[in-house]
């Protein structure tokens, strides 16, 4: 038998189909076809420079083989392969057998990214990667609407209506929009990711259609293709992705929200499917934004009771600047409570930056209950509590 490799390899399950991975190779080892995105063992040397910028934690799966799996091999993939009995200790399992300088880089690649989720254990199985690049799916557009009142920040309410196409989604999960025309070598555009800000019934109850937020970004392809649709025009959508970053069934679950600008989309999409089943747990939403008028969904939310969902809108550019994690320390016997209770979900979606400071809050929050951040966050993430989506 051949000498034991490690091998490199990424969730297909997990994996939202962003692309930033293979556009961050320095070796450029990370490929994609239409189905999947996948790693050349004979190209990758381990840099670890994809593991930072990875916004699932996808990325980090890593199996002790004999032969490395083939590129072909990896994209016929619905899931990865359990690690193989290789009969030898050193072999057994996938991240202990990395020597101790690739554990040391894996771990420096790892600070203050997402890392490994799990989905919450009473979250339903969401259904994966069922249109793709080859095969997408054509939504119709049913409405575009101006969100944020500011000049020059353009946010955007798109309805996307599938017809008779099965798109089954979960809140939380997230689809691919290909914009029309090619780059500048000719190739068709790779989809744009979009959290899907509408639950699992619709954006209308029991209506086959879905809502995006999707903010103009100044010279984006995709982003001004999206913010400048009509209503009746055909989009080409992959999708959904994204199997963790998901609501748990109970409805006494407690919601612990934090996110800034659009990483408010799955926070909308959670707190619309908690108020149609009449969840009873209760949410907390953090949410940052410039401004009153930049804040996506500042009308409606001004309309959910408390009860549902109590609020907390922080501004950076509008009176003293704050940002959402000044709140949570201000907030922080709300925060305490919410995170000695078993029953609470953490959900992060946002700016990368925010991911730092954020943690940094919890960390000394939890010192006031005599709690280790690191060691409660590790296990709340083992148990599907705790869950993070940064770009
Ligand atoms: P600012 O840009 O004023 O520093 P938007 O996407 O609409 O720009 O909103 C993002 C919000 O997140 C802004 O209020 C922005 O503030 C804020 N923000 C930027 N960096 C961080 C950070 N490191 N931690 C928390 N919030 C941040």
């Not at 692309?19 to 450029?28: A, D, F, N, Q, R």
Request: charge should be negative; charged fraction near 25%; proline fraction near 6%.
């Amino acid at each position: 038998m051949n000498q034991p490799l490690k091998q490199h390899l990424i969730d297909p399950e997990i994996c939202i189909r962003c692309y930033t991975c293979e556009m961050t190779c320095p070796v450029g080892a990370i490929v994609h076809d239409d189905n999947n995105v996948v790693v050349n063992a004979e190209t990758c040397n381990f840099c670890m420079d994809c593991i930072p910028v990875c916004p699932t934690g996808s990325i980090d799966e890593w199996r002790v083989v004999s032969q490395p799996y083939s590129l072909d091999e990896q994209y016929e993939w619905d899931e990865l392969p359990e690690q193989q009995d290789l009969g030898s200790d050193e072999a057994s399992t996938g991240l202990e057998a990395l020597d101790d300088t690739m554990a040391a880089l894996l771990a420096e690649a790892h600070q203050g990214a997402g890392g490994k989720s799990k989905p919450p254990t009473t979250a339903g199985k969401a259904s994966i990667n069922m249109y793709n690049l080859g095969k997408p799916a054509i939504a119709k557009v049913q409405g575009n609407y101006k969100l944020t009142n500011a000049e020059g920040h353009d946010v955007r309410h798109i309805i996307l209506d599938l017809g008779a196409l099965p798109f089954p989604v979960m809140e939380g999960q997230s689809v691919g929009i290909i914009a029309p025309g090619t780059d500048a070598d000719g190739n068709a555009h790779l989809p744009r990711l979009y959290s899907i800000s509408s639950p699992r019934d619709g954006e209308r109850p029991n209506y086959n259609n879905i809502s995006l937020t999707v903010k103009r970004e100044d010279k984006g392809i995709c982003s001004n293709y999206v913010c400048d649709l009509e209503n009746g025009d055909e989009v080409k959508i992959t999708g959904p992705f994204g199997a963790t970053f998901l609501l748990p069934d109970d409805p006494n679950a407690r919601l612990l929200m934090v996110c800034t600008g659009t990483g408010s989309a799955p926070m909308r999409a959670f707190s619309m499917r908690r108020q149609r089943v009449g969840a009873t747990g209760g949410a907390t939403l953090f949410f940052g934004a410039r401004s009153q008028d930049t804040l996506p969904y500042f009308g409606p939310l001004s309309k959910m009771p408390e009860t549902v969902l109590d609020q907390h809108l922080v501004y950076s550019r509008e009176g003293a600047k704050e940002y959402v994690q000044d709140r949570m320390i201000q907030e922080s016997d709300l925060v305490a409570d919410l995170l000695s209770d078993p029953k609470t979900h953490i959900y992060i979606c946002g700016l990368r930056g925010m991911e730092e400071g954020v943690e940094k809050a919890f960390s000394s929050i939890a010192e006031t209950i005599g709690t280790q951040w690191l060691t409660l966050r590790d296990a709340m993430r083992e148990e599907g509590r705790y869950h993070v989506e940064t770009y």
